[in-house]
């Protein structure tokens, strides 16, 4: 099974660890976003007030890099419409790290394509559903369907996916789109385009639009099938695990968070402020932080049946999931349906 941050071992993810290195940082330029998608973690965030310099970028992503970050995953807010997103994308890449850019596409023009393929960027593209209805109201915009297939179309004819231009799409699984989810599975890996497919994190816009929600069942439902699917079509094996798709998240032990007003956290779903890179050396936070040391000792940590369940060495489950539901970000993962009892 792969490992979120698929490009890396698990060797390399433990060894990292074990030497309290990085190997990833995902970082917000800004929040600003063009969509409304209702299960966004992002709070609707209309100006740039607030949010990092470039200056202090260039400084937070030197530190990243000096902490052995390999790659820097660009998240948001929409990237592609950040006035300054080439200029930054460039910094990186002269940095000797690759770059991973999670994006809703309104902003790929064939120029940006073209500039993203000859940085060899890693693209995971927003497509929740092929149906344009459900798409656009997903994500809260009309016409968002469409921008996406055009962005599909740029990056395509800029030479992606392949080898060197590595092609995400990403999806989060929710009643609207759960039916037609093996479908496109199956279509994007025909395609040679790596699926990305996340349980919803019950946080923020997620929690006031419970129309999306699946059961922990149809999770396992949806989970399982996708395994059959991908091991009697494509030949790969892994075991459903929540709350990544043929994935496992174990970001925590290689990666952090850095939010556009330069606030550092686990992850985007365990909403710690572990302390604020203008007041604090990213190492340091990350060295003196608890939440981190427990998250990175999980074996240790983890508690209920996720600490009892026989996927543990592999599994901690969406520790955002179990933050947000529980108030305790070492909390069985609530959303997993082997905790409903559903084993
Ligand atoms: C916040 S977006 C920022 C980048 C870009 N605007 C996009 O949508 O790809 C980063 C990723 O988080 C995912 N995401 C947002 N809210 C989420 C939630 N509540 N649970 C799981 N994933 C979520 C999005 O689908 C996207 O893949
Ligand atoms: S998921 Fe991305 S595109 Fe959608 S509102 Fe959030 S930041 Fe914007
Ligand atoms: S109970 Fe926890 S460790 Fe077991 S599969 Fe579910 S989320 Fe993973």
């Not at 290195?21 to 600003?32: A, C, P, Y």
């Not at 500039?115 to 593209?125: D, N, P, S």
């Not at 149906?131 to 016409?143: F, H, S, T, V």
């Not at 494509?234 to 798709?245: A, D, E, I, M």
Request: aromatic content about 8%; hydrophobic content about 40%.
């Amino acid at each position: 099974m792969q490992i979120y941050n698929l490009e890396f071992s698990e060797a390399e993810v433990r060894q990292a660890a074990a030497e309290n290195r990085l190997l990833s940082m995902e970082i917000e330029f800004s929040r600003v976003c063009n969509f409304r998608c209702s299960y966004c973690y992002v709070e609707e965030e209309g100006t740039r007030a607030g949010e990092l310099s470039r200056r202090e970028l260039r400084e937070l992503i030197r530190q990243a890099r000096e902490l052995g970050a390999r790659k820097i995953i660009v998240l948001g807010g929409e990237p592609s419409i950040y006035p300054h997103l080439r200029e930054m994308l460039s910094f990186i890449d002269a940095q000797g790290m690759a770059i991973e850019l999670f994006t809703n596409g309104s902003g790929i023009t064939p120029e940006l394509a073209s500039f993203l393929a000859e940085k060899q960027a890693r693209v995971a593209l927003k497509l929740n559903s092929r149906d344009p209805e459900i798409q656009d109201r997903l994500a809260g915009r009309l016409g968002a369907s469409a921008l996406i297939q055009q962005a599909l179309a740029a990056l395509r004819g800029a030479g992606y996916p392949s080898r060197e231009r590595f092609l995400a799409i990403s999806t989060v699984i929710c009643r609207q789109n759960i039916a037609e989810l093996p479908a496109l599975w199956q279509w994007l890996r025909r395609e040679g385009i790596e699926p990305f497919f996340e349980v919803i994190t019950p946080q923020a816009n997620a929690l006031d639009n419970d129309w999306l929600g699946v059961t922990p069942a149809e999770l396992k439902t949806l989970f399982t099938a996708l395994a059959e699917l991908d091991q009697s079509q494509f030949g790969r094996s892994w075991t459903p695990q929540p709350p990544l798709v043929g994935n496992r998240c174990m970001r925590h032990q290689v990666s952090c968070v850095v939010t556009a007003s330069g606030e550092v956290m686990p992850c985007v779903g365990v909403t710690i402020p572990l302390g604020n890179i203008r007041q604090t050396p990213l190492g340091e936070i990350l060295a003196t932080s608890q939440v981190i040391a427990d998250l990175k000792n999980y074996r240790q940590t983890i508690k209920g049946e996720c600490r009892d369940c026989e996927q543990a060495a592999e599994c901690y489950g969406c520790r955002g999931a179990a933050y947000q539901l529980t108030g305790d970000y070492l909390a069985s993962d609530p959303t997993c349906w082997r905790n409903a009892g559903g084993s």
